[in-house]
């Protein structure tokens, strides 16, 4: 279960060392997201965000896969349709507190705003972002972190 999550991390783990990125694929049972719910579509309600803080202070970069959890029992679930989009939001709710405050993406949970995390020049990841909704032509910035 979960294998091609586990190889995408691997994958772009390695795509990141070649370009000179120290990076770290860590796999789903490492740093598992706990999950609530039917094992086939769980919820998201915690992730350890002191391991992920950790293999940042070492590594420039920390690849974590999609899609699937722990469940209270140590049971595998799935996070269903979205899965990795929902984990993605759920690590970056507990994670990006050294990057945008809590304060913030509470106000852009509250009124819908989606926003990009990421380093200057990067893709990132969005925070908020529907499938089927993309920001309007000119809302979207760019802002920097120091």
Same mark, same amino acid.
């Given at each position: 279960?979960?294998?091609? &999550?586990?190889?995408? =991390?691997?994958?772009? $783990?390695? #795509?990141?060392?070649? !370009?000179?990125?120290? *990076?770290?694929?860590? @796999?789903?049972?490492?740093v598992p ?9 769980? &919820?998201?309600?915690a =992730?350890?965000?002191? $391991?992920? #803080?950790?293999?940042? !202070?070492?590594?420039? *970069?920390?690849?974590? @896969? ?12 799935l ?19 050294? *990057? ?38 000119g809302?979207?910035?760019?802002v920097?972190?120091?």
């Amino acid at each position: 279960m979960a294998t091609g &999550e586990e190889a995408s =991390v691997a994958l772009l $783990a390695l #795509a990141l060392e070649s !370009a000179q990125v120290r *990076a770290l694929g860590i @796999p789903f049972w490492r740093v598992p997201v706990r999950t609530k719910g039917p094992l086939e579509a769980a &919820e998201p309600v915690a =992730v350890d965000a002191r $391991a992920i #803080a950790t293999a940042l !202070a070492t590594h420039e *970069a920390v690849v974590l @896969p999609g899609f699937v959890g722990v469940d209270s029992t140590g049971a595998t679930s799935l996070l269903g349709r979205g899965g990795s989009d929902l984990t993605a939001r759920a690590e970056a709710r507990r994670t990006a507190g050294g *990057a945008v405050h809590e304060r913030a993406l509470r106000f852009a949970e509250r009124h819908r705003v989606a926003f990009r995390v990421a380093a200057p020049g990067g893709t990132g990841t969005w925070i908020g972002k529907d499938d089927t909704r993309e920001p309007a032509p000119g809302r979207e910035r760019t802002v920097r972190c120091a």
